[in-house]
């Protein structure tokens, strides 16, 4: 009889597969960035990076780490109680389906007070919808990495970290002449939600059938009250950093100009190439410290 792995063994692979797909993500998301900067120019790309940076905030509102809640408490329920696992998949899902619609809204609508009053910049104006677009999937396949992450498939999570840069390459290279910088955000937003939806196929038909599960969103939903004070501290941990590289994008783009800002961006590409050493440990750590404090 084959032994179980180890705790340890099963750390140091995760953090294996994750490190080797993280690095070609992170490959792959180094050439969509050098394709863009050289498409855009310096100036047009300092206005997407100022974009960017302002999405990001948005992001962390709409997908309210509900993600990252889904990972721990599937992991954790997953052992020892599967409905449970299967209703904090499906009400996170709901739940971030609802958030990020919400504040898509309010960010789509707030366009004018960024673009011409903040920036003075009309063209983020017609920008912040289409920017809006990628909220919405970036939550949606937050939520769907969290979920691959809490049931511990890290071959699957890797396969989806690695499809999505590569997807995404393939459909600038389509809608970026078509469509100029409208269609960066579109091919974004379709690889996100392309590669979002395969992986809720995939879990749901072979390991997970959280779609079939019941939905628990109201007031003594244990599902909701557990995910929410998870994620808060989360989200409140992320607001001491996001909001920062915001207002420091925007101070540069501001006082030296879109042109600075893009050759900021540039290497900024690089700085978070940096980090994928500590993602990719933490990806596969967080599940299985989640697990062991219940078989402990």
């Not at 206005?47 to 940076?53: A, E, G, N, T």
């Not at 920008?127 to 990628?134: G, Q």
């Not at 997970?208 to 989360?234: C, D, H, N, V």
């Amino acid at each position: 009889m084959a032994e179980m792995p180890t705790p340890a063994y099963s750390l140091v692979r995760g953090s294996a597969t994750m490190l080797v797909s993280m690095s070609i993500a992170g490959a792959l998301s180094i050439i969509i960035s050098i394709v863009i900067a050289r498409w855009l120019g310096a100036s047009e790309f300092g206005v997407y990076s100022v974009l960017i940076s302002v999405q990001a905030v948005v992001v962390l509102l709409a997908s309210f780490s509900v993600g990252t809640a889904i990972a721990k408490y599937v992991a954790e329920y997953k052992s020892r109680d599967e409905k449970q696992a299967l209703v904090f998949a499906k009400s996170g899902l709901v739940l971030v389906l609802i958030l990020s619609a919400s504040v898509c809204m309010v960010y789509t609508a707030l366009s004018p007070i960024i673009g011409e009053i903040l920036y003075n910049e009309p063209m983020m104006v017609v920008m912040i919808p289409f920017s809006a677009m990628v909220v919405f999937s970036a939550s949606v396949f937050a939520t769907a990495a969290g979920m691959v992450q809490g049931c511990q498939r890290f071959r699957l999570l890797a396969v989806m970290q690695i499809s999505y840069p590569l997807l995404s390459f393939v459909s600038v290279l389509v809608f970026l002449p078509m469509m100029g910088m409208k269609g960066i955000f579109v091919a974004f937003f379709v690889s996100q939600m392309a590669i979002s939806s395969a992986s809720f196929a995939v879990l749901n038909r072979t390991w997970f059938r959280f779609i079939s599960a019941r939905l628990e969103l109201g007031r003594k939903s244990l599902a909701l009250s557990k995910m929410y004070s998870f994620a808060l501290p989360a989200v409140l941990g992320s607001v001491m950093v996001t909001p920062v590289i915001w207002v420091g994008n925007t101070e540069l783009a501001l006082s030296a100009g879109f042109q600075a800002m893009g050759c900021f961006a540039v290497a900024y590409v690089v700085y978070q190439a940096l980090t994928i050493i500590p993602n990719a440990v933490g990806t596969s750590m967080m599940p299985r410290v989640s697990q062991l404090t219940v078989v402990c």
